[in-house]
């Protein structure tokens, strides 16, 4: 079973974040694995194990994104594609998959798995997008794989506590939830064999791809946020009422 | 500009969000002179459709078909791009939901179009319409544009707008007008199979969305099952800080801080704790914190969104029962 994982690099949970126009100041800041991306390469490492085959980590970024590749060769992916592109950044939902797409055309992947969604745009489209752009079948918020004889069974989350089993055949893309399994870290022996592992580096240009954006991102700013406590106050019923709307319609958390 | 919502349901019952973007729609209508079509699609859906009817919007569209029965993203994409395609609409707005983050982006790019997904709002800059939403995990705003032309796809997030300022249809009912669509079963790739809930095992704090979380000021473990019912109520887990464990009150997976569990919920509702730093690094990350204490210096007030200064034994009551009452509401 030949797997290609999009694994992309966003900033570090913690790392403060500067903001310059429509993106952030990259010096400075450190930068990770898209966690929900890391879920997708152990289900994939998994899989690999289970039924034999590769696993190709694909990303697209600036140089910087070289750091990520190799912690995911380092954890046992056998080969990776670096789309090597500055201006990433730029690109909007579309545009990211279709180059993708063209570099997982140039593969015989049986299986494409993605994150949910990504800590620094969080578009959460690029998975369901592949899937049209590749004319393959697909699912979203995967919790469970299982593959048996040429198809898989899938466990999808729904929203409430519900869950759904979905029969989808091969190839397929999925979209895989966070918290699906247990990340590996990577041995030492990992981290040396990554370095005799083949890292293909392509561009937008040798992959054909220019793709007029269908949204822009204008500018980004930090939310008007007032961390300043807001007391509530009246009687006990009135005070429940007061945060229940709050948390309803203000904070939006209920 | 005619825009289209594209409400939800499953098995019978509506996917609330439904209503908050079909009244973002009519603000958005309000305020650029627009018309509201709102569509629902599936199978024996007329109860449905006559729903929306009642609402202010000038038409709906009732997409049925035997293959759209049970929710697939193929069958989905194949019967909305031929009504996207007949109606014309120039902006189509979504409910946020799982489902629609399974088909709409496919949905948008088989028409050549992008989708803004996940909108917390949006402003009418002299015609152009300017899409707001969450980057970086919450950490920053976006304004974001569409480029290019009509239509234009946009999601909006659970919460967003307000489903109880939805307008009524002013003269009784908009017309519900049947789409006929064509889909082949050949086309649906994937079979859905059963819907089930699991019954929770070990609990993972770190997922959990919504905290009710105890501190000293529960007192005695006799008082627990008062905070259980407001966790119960809110849809939430309850956890604790450490003396609580310590105790034997409640087990120690349920620990929040540096020798238990670090979360980020949406929402971690501090009750009775003071705010000690060893509590505070294990629940710093969420999103909204609500505390109650007794004591107006507790330090827990310093990270708190909302405070409330009074005694938990009051309050714990009255919140189970407000939030019970917006259930059944």
């Known amino acids: 079973m030949n797997i290609i994982v999009c694994i992309k690099q966003v900033p570090s949970k913690d790392a403060p974040l500067a903001i310059a126009g429509n993106w952030i100041k990259e010096s400075d800041i450190g930068f990770e694995m898209n966690e929900p991306d890391s879920y997708a390469l152990e289900e994939a490492l998994r899989l690999k194990e289970k039924h034999g085959g590769e696993v190709i980590a694909l990303s697209l970024g600036p140089e910087r994104v070289k750091q990520t590749i190799k912690e995911a060769l380092a954890k046992g992916a056998d080969r990776a594609i670096h789309i090597v592109d500055d201006h990433f950044a730029q690109l909007d939902p579309l545009g990211s998959a279709k180059t993708l797409a063209a570099a997982i055309q140039k593969e015989k992947a049986d299986l494409v798995l993605t994150g949910l969604q990504s800590d620094d745009h969080g578009f959460g489209q690029t998975g369901v997008l592949l899937a049209g ?9 995967i919790m469970q794989i299982e593959v048996v004889d040429g198809k898989m069974k899938l466990k999808r989350e729904l929203e409430a506590g519900w869950f759904q089993h979905i029969e989808c055949p091969l190839p397929a893309v999925l979209s895989i939830q966070s918290g699906i399994n247990k990340v590996r870290y990577a041995t030492l022996k990992g981290i040396m064999a990554a370095k005799k592992k083949e890292i293909a580096a392509m561009t937008h240009e040798s992959l054909g791809v220019s793709a007029e954006p269908t949204q822009r991102i204008e500018k980004i700013y930090v939310p008007t946020k007032t961390k300043k406590t807001e007391f509530l106050t009246g009687t006990p019923k009135e005070v429940a009422t007061k945060l229940v709307e709050k948390l309803k319609f203000e904070a939006r958390v209920i | 500009m005619k825009i289209l919502v594209i409400t939800e349901q499953r098995q019978g019952k509506w996917n609330n969000a439904s ?50 029965e049970a929710y697939t993203a193929d069958g989905y994409c194949a019967a909305l791009k031929q009504v996207v395609e007949s109606a014309k609409p120039e902006l189509v707005l979504f409910p946020h939901t799982y489902q629609v983050r399974d088909f709409a982006p496919k949905l948008a790019a088989m028409l050549g179009k992008g989708m803004i997904g996940d909108c917390i709002g949006y402003r009418n800059e002299g015609g152009k319409l300017v899409f707001v939403r969450q980057m970086f995990q919450g950490k920053t705003a976006a304004d974001v544009v569409f480029v290019g032309t009509a239509p234009w796809f946009a999601s909006f997030q659970s919460g967003a707008f307000r489903a109880d300022l939805l307008a009524a249809h002013p003269s009784g009912k908009a017309p519900v007008n049947a789409v006929s669509v064509t889909v082949d079963a050949e086309q649906i790739r994937t079979r859905p199979l059963d819907l089930f809930k699991e019954a929770k095992s070990a609990v993972d704090l770190t997922q959990a969305p919504l905290i009710v979380a105890i501190g000293r000021g529960i007192k005695a473990p006799e008082n627990i099952p008062q905070a259980e019912a407001l966790a119960k109520a809110l849809g939430g887990e309850i956890a604790a800080s450490r003396p609580i464990c310590d105790e034997g009150w409640l087990p120690m997976e349920r620990q929040i801080g540096s020798s238990g569990q670090t979360v980020a919920p949406k929402l971690y509702l501090a009750l009775g704790i003071s705010g000690a730093i060893q509590h505070v690094v294990g629940m710093k990350g ?31 009551p009255a919140l189970t029962e407000a939030l019970e009452k917006t259930k059944t509401a």
């Open chain 1, 133 to 141: 752009l590749l004319n393959l079948p697909h699912a979203t918020i």
């Open chain 2, 19 to 68: 209503f908050e973007t079909l009244a973002a729609a009519q603000q958005i209508a309000k305020d650029t002179s627009s018309t509201v079509s709102a569509l629902v699609i599936g199978k024996g859906i007329a109860a449905f459709a006559d729903e929306l009817a009642a609402k202010n919007v000038a038409e709906v569209l009732k997409v049925e078909h035997d293959l759209l």
């Open chain 2, 286 to 316: 969420a999103r909204t914190i609500v505390a109650i204490n007794k004591d107006a210096n507790a330090p827990i007030f310093e990270i708190a969104d909302y405070g409330v200064v009074g005694d938990i034994f009051e309050i714990m």
